[in-house]
Every structure is written in C-alpha cells, then in structure tokens.
C-alpha cells in the first residue's frame, strides 16, 4: 500500500481568537477526555489500517491544549494505525501559551520530530487585538524549550496586515523570527474570514487594515529577508532552509491523498474529500455509536481535479507541470501577457508580480 | 359538434387575483384534472411557474353536462396577466366570445381589471363578473360589486360569487357560463365583418391565436376555426403568406393533448403542419383551404408593437449564428419579439431587439439563456425616439449610441403611454408627486369608491421604462396598480450621455435622458459603474459627458493583489468553489479594451433612476 499523509485534527482551544474560523471550540472539562477516546476509536477501527504513514500533523485547534498523555495516546494509535516511513515528517502545531519545556520533551519522546509555533506576532498589542493567549517572550521561550527537548525541524508562524501594523513593526517582527534560528517560516496575510468576529468589525469600518499597497510591500519585505537569512520560498506563503520543507503541507499542494481524524477533519482518499462531522459532541455521538462521520463529501471529477491541480501548483514556486494540468491555452496567454505567469519547458509558475495575483491567474488559466 | 352547445371563453383579471386557481377549479370539477395534479395547471412553463405568472396561454377544452342535461364543449383560454402582455391578451379575446372578470373580493378593482376588461368589451366579448376570494375573513363583496359597476359601467348585481380555492361557487359559474356566454354560431359585434354566418361549409377560415415550437413537431398553432372546418391531411394556406402545408396532425388540449380527425366551425383546438420557419404560422394570420381558399382574411387583430428595446450581445463572439438561431426560435413562441443585427464597437456583433416591456424583455433574456444555453450582455433599454433633423428629414432611432450629433438635430419626439393608476386616497399625493418627478402630465381623477381613486397621466415611456412600478409599489405600500397603453409621440428636450472608459467612448453605455435630468443621471451612473466594475490591474477612469463637455467622473484604484490565505487539506474545496465562482463571474465580462466590464455594468442606467 501507498504510504499516505495522516492529519489529525484537535479541535480545542483555550480561547477563540478573533480572525479564526477554524473548527476550534473554547470547551473544557469531560468532553474532551471524551473527544480523545473517540479519536482513538476513530483511528483504531479505520478503514485505511495498515497503510503506511508518509507524514504525520496535528493541528487545530491547539494541539499542545491537550495533556501530554493524552497526545502521545494519540500518536501511537496512529503509528499503529499507519506504521511511519523511515524519515517520516511527524509534526505539531504548538500554541506558545499551551507548552512548557517538559511538554515538549515528552512529546519528543512520543515520536513528534517537527514542530509548528503560533507565533503571529511579537508584539504584545498584537496578540491582544488578535485574541492569542500567549505573549511575545513566550515565543522565544517557546523555541528554546523545543530545540532543547531535541526538535530540529521547527517552523514559525507569522501573520502581517494585522490591524494598525506599520512596515516598520513587520520588519521587525521578520527579523525577531529570523534571528530564532529556526528551519521553517510561515508568512501569512491576514484574511478576514466571514462568521468571525473581525468580520463583523470589518464590515463596520473598525479594523485600521494597512493598503493593498502596504499589504503589497509587506510580503516583498518577506520574501525578501527570508531569502536573505537563507530561506528558500517554496510555496506562496512559506519558507524553508534547503530539505527543510514540509513534506505533509506538500502533500495537499501536490494533490496527493490525506487520510483525517477528529472532529471537522477533511480526508481525501481517491477521488472522494469528505468532511468529519465538527462539533466535538456530535463526533462523539457519532463515533460511540458506530455511525457515518461524514458531513459533506465531494466525488472529485477530472474537470474538478484539474481546476485543483492548476490552483494548488500554482502556489508552489516550481509551479505546475503544463502537461498534466492543461491549462486553458487562452488564459495561460493572457496571463503571460500580463506578467503573472512564466513557463520554463513543461512547467508554468507565478512570477514575483503574478504572486500578488495568485486567483485572478487560476481565474485565468484554469 | 353543433355549435350552439360550444362556449368559448377565457378569464380576464388582475394579477394575483385567482385566476389560475380558479383555472384549475373548473378543470378539477370538469374533470379534466384530479385534485392531485399539479396546481396551476395552464401555467406551464417553469418559467411561468417560478414568477407565478402566465406568460403564454393554452387553450384547454373541457367537457361540461349542464342541469339542461346536454353535453357542453368548453374552450377555456388562458390570458396572460401583466401589463406587458396586453397584446396577447387581445389575441387571445379575439378568439372568445365572453370573459369571465374576475375580482378579488378582499381586493376590489384594480389597474389591470379595467385595462382587460376595457379591452373585452371592446372585442364584443359577453363579460360575466366573478367575485373571488368570498371565503377570506376581510372579503368585501358589497364594494367589489359598487367598483366593478361605477369603474367598468357593469352591471354586477348578478355577479357570481366564488371561492376558487374551496370550489364554493364554482358550479353556479359553470351554469352561468352556459346560460350567459352566447355560441360562436354568430359573428360577433365590431369583431369579424359583418356578412355571411359562419358554416361548416363555408371556406375555411382559422384564426391563429398562438403558437408554440415543438422539437419534434415543428410549429404547434392554436387556432380558432371561425369558418368552415380544418381536417387532418388537407392542405392548407397562410393567407398572409401564401405559404401552403399539409395538416399532418389536429387536435386539442385537455390539458393533454387528444388527437381529432377536424376542427369545425366555433371550435378551438391545434394543429401541426410541419411548419418549420419563422412566419409559417404568424400569430394573428388567417388560416385558409389551399384548394377552396377564402376571399377575405379576418380582422380584428392589433400587431404586437414593440415599445422596449435594447441590443442582444453574445459574451462570447463565437455564439453570434447561435443567438441569431435561438432568437428566430424564441420568436415562433412570442409574436411580439422583434429584432435586427446591430454592431457595437464594445460588444461587437449582436441585435437590437424590440419587446413590449421590460418583464417581456427579461422572459426572453432568461429563456435565451435557460433554454439554450447562451451568455448574453444587454444594453440598456431604451424606446424609439423620433429625430427630426435641421436638414429636414426625419428619422426613427432606438440605440441611442446612433444619434446624430446634437448640431444636426432640430428637435426630438418621445412616445409616451396613458397610465391608469388606482390607489388609496390617502397615497393620491405620493403618487402625484411621483408622476412629476417622471415628467407626468396630469389627466384626470375618478372616485370609483369613496376611498379609491383611479389617477390618468400621461407620462413618456422612458420614464417608466426604469424603476416606476417598483416606486409605485414601494410608496404606496404595494397599494397602488398600475396599467398603461401607448398614446402618442410628445416633444422634448432630450440629450444624449455617453460614458468613457479611460477615455475611450463606450457606445454600448449612452443614454439619452431629458436636459434637466443629464447631470444628475450622469452622477449616478459614474458612481453605479464604480460599484459595478470590479477593479483592475490599472487605474480606471469613469466620465459621461454631453458631446465633449464632461458632466461626472470617478475613479476605480487599481487592484494590487490577492489575499494570500494558507491553502490546507480542509480549506481546498472551499477556495476551489470561490475560484470556480470568480471564473464563472469573468466568463461573463466583455474586455473593453483592456477592462473588464461585467454584464451588469451595461444595465447601470436602470439602477440609477433616482
């Protein structure tokens, strides 16, 4: 059998941060012992037993909101579920706020190999606006103790085109991330996602967003500095030193196939991408009794499966391979017309402008 | 079938006053229908079904045993009920010889009952007033009955009380219908011309009423046979035409179809012909015997006149053939749709196409696009303006990008429409006020009841081409009805507005609109074009302007980039369907240069009537 990516998804957080829209629930108490011992129901009794894991991530939610223990259950009845490939990429998503030095040694020890911080920000009005329950010296404190604790593949996440971010405190907040020393960043714009509270502030006016221009700036400034720290950009949005990329995210970029556990997980096995059922009681419910999980499922067609490829491959900096995606012969014209897209023999990619355009040229091409 | 023991009839009223649903009643009772098939059995499009209204008519024949104990043959004939089907509404008059009206007792008389009922009487239809709705709580019979006589000059005493949707009533209209709509074996008054009475063995003479186009059987005409009698295998003429074909198929509804051998004098019914083209079976067209041809064609018909019109644009230039083709199909079913090939520097080829009104206008964009498949641009409407020029001459122009410079023109004519307009006495001032912001001229006011009044303006169409109806609706609490019909050309001070694009004129956006109105319009439609047109790789600039004087502007900013969000296992389907959604949204925009303008961009004027 194939070795595949596995997911897993922990659906708890400590506190609901204003701009997320995730399947993440402020929930204490019984229920999520309860979610963990349906998760490990799930995964005991999975279809897809014994096919090998190519790549492991847990993410959230808030993984590290979970007790060590209780992570560790979980790895191992995935390992059983899907033994791991030699060199298999094995990572969690960590809130700062949710991990001491001692949590990640035993996460170390349960088999996690990479790590992915929540940083955001390094600046305490930030994470405050944003709703994140950690503060700036965590982050660092944060690294330390997974780099103690044996990690070497260690990502951080940064957001820009926060509310009332200057470029000035987005330069600083690069080179704060960069000086970490860590192998792995991920650079995103903040979006504002409907049913969120920021949407609703959004709409009324109250979010001093920077310019599209200023937005514009603030990723060339990214894609600047991490290359100049010795980041290469591989995707649209992230950044690794040389072998350091994550192969699980790779895996969805590359439209292969991910089998998903927990509440609100998607999976994609064949040419079915189905949804787990999201909240963490009806999961439960749904797993202590035997039933269907599932609460939206999608056949993919090969139109389908073309529109996803061409969208997907575009976000990777080697691009997309023009054989196999066949993009519209028109569009790809036009596109290259308007500076968004280059081919190099068989391959079509965004150039450093078309990354701005990244939709309007799947639009285009697709 | 002898004649004396035909009725044919059809059901005028004003929209949502029940007439579908006593339709059905009468099917029902007839038995022509169950009770468990489907409501609003004449509607019969999903077209019609989804806006609840009756775009075209059937005729559905039934059979009725009256208390005399004779057998009855009913022909009832759908009419359409909006004030842009008046046209059809008269063909299909032409084929009955009584109405039923029909008013809603909790409603009373409204535009529509007089406009229709006006037009019934003046086809010599024998009018049977039906009041409906009896079973409603606030139902009014007493005042249904004093407005049908002081607004209609009916005699309502002997009104027919109904409920269609409990069927009380329902078999007292079935006797009236019987006792009170006279026989075809007459000609009726101002109708068909006086002279011989209509025999079996007289020469053949059909009226077409409608017309519909069956993929498998070409052309389905609905006839009226108002002489001598039409059979299966004979060959038949168009009179207006001289076109002949043979009868290969004859027939009525009921509501299925039922097959015959022939139609005789008084009777109603369809027959194919294998009538391909456009024009084989013109409505209003006489039908005739090709061997024993009649020497007069009837009369009595009014050629649909087409008051709206806007230019027809393929978003994909390749479907040009293809629009023209399902045009000419769509104008087999609608007598009343005109058209010719137009160019527009901005949308290329296409057609300015001429409609009764505006609901028409969006029937048959949605059944272009619905029934075959294709993606359109429509300009704004407009209405035929009459120029008349310094040089004398004259000339007729509804594409407002061909006038002529303004240099050339010495003064402009507008149709306009005599609007009948009924509403509450307290909302008499809002309306007032309403007809003068759209240029009315005042007519004249009536008191039908103590607390209703029926205004008449003459107000020019272009007027109430853009949002009258729905002001009226919406300052008067939905109180108000509205009817009108076409009066005559009236002078006025009209310009012409053209709209730029970076500086480029964009002939498909000119508008023409009265002087005193052009900066203000002008505004509005800069400013709906920056709402509309989503923003681009480049600034784009916005202008509309008289001749070279600029008299609005706006700016789109430029659009710098996309949101780069995080694209992970459970975020694809998502972000693949908004995609899918953006490309769909593009297909439909037309690059004017190196801008791309929605569809919606080029229908600004309407939403910018204030």
């Given at each position: 059998m194939d070795p595949v990516a596995v997911y897993v998804h922990t659906p708890f957080c400590p506190s609901k941060c204003g701009y997320c829209d995730f399947n993440s629930y402020a929930m204490e108490g019984e229920i999520i012992k309860r979610t963990v011992h349906a998760m490990l129901a799930e995964i005991d009794r999975t279809p897809h037993f014994g096919r090998p894991a190519k790549t492991i991530f847990f993410g959230g939610g808030t993984p590290t909101f979970l007790e060590s223990q209780d992570l560790a259950r979980l790895l191992e009845a995935v390992m059983r579920a899907h033994p791991p490939t030699p060199g298999c990429e094995i990572t969690s998503e960590a809130n700062p706020g949710t991990v001491d030095a001692e949590k990640f040694a035993s996460m170390r020890e349960a088999g996690f190999n990479r790590i992915s911080i929540g940083a955001q920000s390094f600046f305490d009005e930030d994470l405050i606006r944003l709703g994140r329950v950690h503060r700036s010296g965590e982050i660092e404190r944060a690294v330390a103790n997974a780099s103690n604790a044996g990690f070497d593949n260690i990502n951080v996440d940064l957001m820009f085109a926060l509310p009332g971010q200057s470029k000035k405190a987005w330069c600083e907040n690069l080179q704060r991330a960069i000086a970490l020393g860590?192998?792995?960043?991920?650079?995103?714009?903040?979006?504002?996602?409907?049913?969120?509270?920021?949407?609703?502030?959004?709409?009324?006016?109250?979010?001093?967003?920077?310019?599209?221009?200023?937005?514009?700036?603030?990723?060339?400034?990214?894609?600047?500095?991490?290359?100049?720290?010795?980041?290469?950009?591989?995707?649209?949005?992230?950044?690794?030193?040389?072998?350091?990329?994550?192969?699980?995210?790779?895996?969805?970029?590359?439209?292969?196939?991910?089998?998903?556990?927990?509440?609100?997980?998607?999976?994609?096995?064949?040419?079915?991408?189905?949804?787990?059922?999201?909240?963490?009681r009806l999961y439960c419910e749904r797993v202590e009794a035997n039933e269907d999980l599932a609460?939206?499922?999608?056949?993919?067609?090969?139109?389908?499966?073309?529109?996803?490829r061409i969208m997907l491959g575009l976000r990777l900096n080697e691009g997309v391979d023009i054989q196999v995606a066949k993009p519209d012969a028109q569009g790809l014209q036009q596109a290259i017309e308007r500076g968004w897209i280059t081919t190099e023999g068989d391959r079509m990619k965004l150039t450093a402008l078309g990354k701005h355009y990244c939709n309007q040229a799947v639009v285009l091409v697709a | 079938m002898d004649q004396s023991l035909i009725r044919n009839f059809c059901i005028v009223a004003h929209i949502d006053h029940g007439k579908s649903t006593l339709a059905d009643r009468i099917l029902e009772i007839t038995g022509a229908i169950r009770g468990e098939a489907k409501e609003q059995m004449l509607d019969s499009m999903d077209l019609e079904r989804e806006r609840g209204i009756t775009i075209k008519m059937t005729a559905v024949r039934l059979s009725y045993r009256a208390s005399d104990g004779k057998e009855y043959e009913f022909n009832l004939i759908d009419t359409p009920g909006h004030v842009d089907f008046t046209y059809e509404v008269s063909r299909s008059l032409a084929a009955c010889e009584g109405a039923l009206l029909v008013v809603d007792a909790t409603q009373g008389v409204e535009a529509q009952t007089i406009a229709n009922a006006s037009m019934a009487m003046t086809q010599g239809l024998e009018i049977v007033p039906v009041i409906n709705k009896i079973d409603l709580p606030h139902a009014d019979v007493a005042r249904a009955k004093e407005e049908i006589e002081s607004a209609l000059a009916i005699d309502a005493s002997d009104a027919i009380l109904v409920s269609a949707k409990t069927g009380e009533g329902v078999p007292e209209l079935l006797e009236a219908i019987?006792?009170?709509?006279?026989?075809?074996?007459?000609?009726?008054?101002?109708?068909?011309?006086?002279?011989?009475?209509?025999?079996?063995?007289?020469?053949l003479r059909a009226l077409i009423f409608?017309?519909?186009?069956?993929?498998?059987?070409?052309?389905?005409?609905?006839?009226?046979?108002?002489?001598?009698?039409?059979?299966?295998?004979?060959?038949?003429?168009?009179?207006?035409?001289?076109?002949t074909f043979d009868v290969d198929s004859i027939g009525y509804f009921a509501p299925e179809p039922m097959p015959l051998d022939?139609?005789?004098?008084?009777?109603?019914?369809?027959?194919?012909?294998?009538?391909?083209?456009?024009?084989?079976?013109?409505?209003?067209?006489?039908?005739?015997?090709?061997?024993?041809?009649?020497?007069e064609p009837l009369m009595g018909y009014r050629?649909?006149?087409?008051?709206?019109?806007?230019?027809?644009?393929?978003?994909?230039?390749?479907?040009?053939?293809?629009?023209?083709?399902?045009?000419?199909?769509?104008?087999?079913?609608?007598?009343?749709?005109?058209?010719?090939?137009?160019?527009?520097?901005?949308?290329?080829?296409?057609?300015?196409?001429?409609?009764?009104?505006?609901?028409?206008m969006d029937i048959a964009r949605e059944r272009l696009e619905r029934e075959f498949g294709l993606e359109l641009i429509?300009?704004?409407?407009?209405?035929?303006?009459?120029?008349?020029?310094?040089?004398?001459?004259?000339?007729?122009?509804?594409?407002?990008?061909?006038?002529?410079?303004?240099?050339?023109?010495?003064?402009?004519?507008?149709?306009?429409?005599?609007?009948?307009?009924?509403?509450?006495?307290?909302?008499?001032?809002?309306?007032?006020?309403?007809?003068?912001?759209?240029?009315?001229?005042?007519?004249?006011?009536?008191?039908?009841?103590?607390?209703?009044?029926?205004?008449?303006?003459?107000?020019p169409l272009s007027e109430i081409l853009l949002d009258f109806y729905d002001k009226l609706k919406s300052q008067t609490r939905g109180y108000a009805s509205f009817d009108y019909d076409f009066s005559d050309y009236i002078r006025a001070d009209l310009v012409k507005v053209d709209v730029m694009l970076n500086g480029d004129k964009v002939d498909a956006l000119s508008f023409i609109v009265h002087k005193d109105e052009a900066y203000v319009r002008g505004r509005a439609i800069a400013e709906q074009l920056r709402k509309v047109v989503p923003r681009q790789q480049y600034e784009v600039r916005i202008q509309a302007a008289i001749g070279a004087k600029v008299i609005a502007a706006e700016t789109i900013k430029p659009f710098r980039k996309d949101v780069t969000a995080k694209c992970y296992g459970g975020d694809i389907t998502r972000k693949r369907k908004l995609l899918e959604k953006q490309k769909e949204g593009k297909r439909r925009m037309k690059n004017i240069g190196a801008i791309e303008v929605p569809q919606e961009a080029f229908l600004s004027v309407l939403k910018v009537a204030e």
């Open positions: 860590t192998e792995h960043l991920s650079l995103y714009c903040l979006t504002i996602e409907e049913n969120t509270p920021f949407y609703k502030e959004f709409l009324k006016g109250l979010l001093d967003l920077p310019s599209d221009f200023g937005q514009v700036e603030m990723y060339e400034q990214a894609c600047e500095a991490a290359e100049e720290a010795g980041f290469n950009q591989y995707e649209i949005s992230n950044f690794a030193k040389p072998g350091k990329e994550c192969v699980h995210n790779l895996c969805y970029w590359n439209c292969e196939e991910y089998v998903a556990y927990g509440p609100g997980a998607v999976e994609r096995v064949g040419n079915r991408r189905w949804t787990h059922v999201k909240h963490p609460c939206e499922s999608e056949t993919l067609d090969s139109k389908t499966l073309r529109f996803e | 019987v006792k009170l709509i006279p026989p075809p074996s007459l000609p009726k008054r101002g109708v068909f011309e006086e002279g011989t009475l209509p025999d079996r063995d007289n020469p409608d017309s519909h186009f069956d993929p498998y059987r070409g052309v389905v005409a609905y006839v009226r046979v108002v002489d001598g009698h039409i059979r299966k295998g004979q060959v038949i003429q168009m009179m207006s035409t001289g076109s022939e139609l005789s004098t008084g009777e109603v019914g369809f027959f194919t012909a294998g009538m391909k083209e456009i024009g084989d079976a013109g409505v209003g067209d006489t039908v005739t015997s090709a061997e024993n041809p009649a020497t050629k649909a006149k087409p008051m709206v019109f806007c230019g027809l644009y393929p978003t994909n230039g390749d479907q040009y053939q293809e629009l023209r083709d399902a045009i000419e199909r769509l104008q087999l079913n609608d007598a009343a749709l005109t058209f010719e090939p137009e160019t527009s520097d901005a949308l290329g080829f296409g057609f300015r196409c001429g409609f009764l009104g505006l609901l028409h429509l300009t704004s409407p407009s209405v035929n303006y009459v120029i008349f020029k310094t040089d004398g001459t004259m000339e007729q122009i509804a594409n407002p990008s061909r006038f002529p410079p303004p240099q050339q023109i010495a003064h402009i004519e507008e149709p306009a429409v005599k609007a009948t307009i009924m509403v509450p006495q307290e909302y008499v001032g809002t309306v007032m006020n309403l007809c003068k912001t759209r240029r009315g001229i005042f007519g004249k006011m009536e008191y039908p009841s103590p607390t209703r009044v029926i205004l008449y303006y003459t107000l």
